[in-house]
């Protein structure tokens, strides 16, 4: 049983040993420069103007999207229109009451 749990052991020493390998610091392969400093950092500014862009899109999205859904709403709603009209002119004095009832009578 002894050498099952050296073994064990072992095997778990061997798999810790290329995390203690890569967790060393190595100079960059960039002629020594970061990645990111490239241009003396404006690819820092590139991306950050890419993230204001995407979420510009997003929020804009969303707005187009939120109008022409209530855009949509309001056209189907198209009946309540008319009914409106039809107060305004009777609170106008336009037309009488017979009148009113009458065509308050077809669009309903």
Same mark, same amino acid.
Request: a neutral charge; zero cysteines; charged letters at 20%.
């Given at each position: 049983?002894?050498? +099952?749990?050296?073994?064990?052991?072992?095997? =778990?020493? #061997? =798999?810790?040993?290329?995390g +203690?390998?890569?967790?060393?610091?190595?100079? *960059? /392969? +960039?002629?020594?420069?970061?990645?990111?400093? +490239?241009m003396?950092?404006?690819?820092?500014?590139?991306?950050m103007?890419?993230?204001? !862009?995407? %979420?510009? !899109?997003?929020?804009?999205?969303?707005? !187009?999207?939120?109008? %022409?859904?209530?855009?949509?709403?309001? @056209?189907r709603?198209?009946s /309540? =229109?008319?009914? @409106? #009209? !039809?107060?305004?002119? *009777?609170?106008?004095?336009?037309?009488?009451?017979?009148?009113? @009832?009458t065509?308050?009578? /077809?669009?309903?």
């Amino acid at each position: 049983m002894a050498i +099952w749990r050296e073994f064990a052991i072992a095997i =778990s020493i #061997i =798999s810790f040993v290329p995390g +203690w390998a890569s967790a060393q610091e190595r100079p *960059y /392969d +960039w002629g020594g420069m970061h990645p990111m400093g +490239w241009m003396g950092g404006m690819w820092g500014i590139g991306m950050m103007f890419m993230m204001l !862009l995407f %979420w510009f !899109l997003v929020i804009a999205g969303l707005i !187009l999207a939120v109008r %022409w859904f209530l855009n949509d709403q309001k @056209e189907r709603r198209g009946s /309540d =229109s008319a009914l @409106e #009209i !039809l107060r305004q002119r *009777y609170a106008r004095g336009e037309i009488n009451q017979e009148e009113f @009832e009458t065509k308050k009578k /077809d669009l309903s």
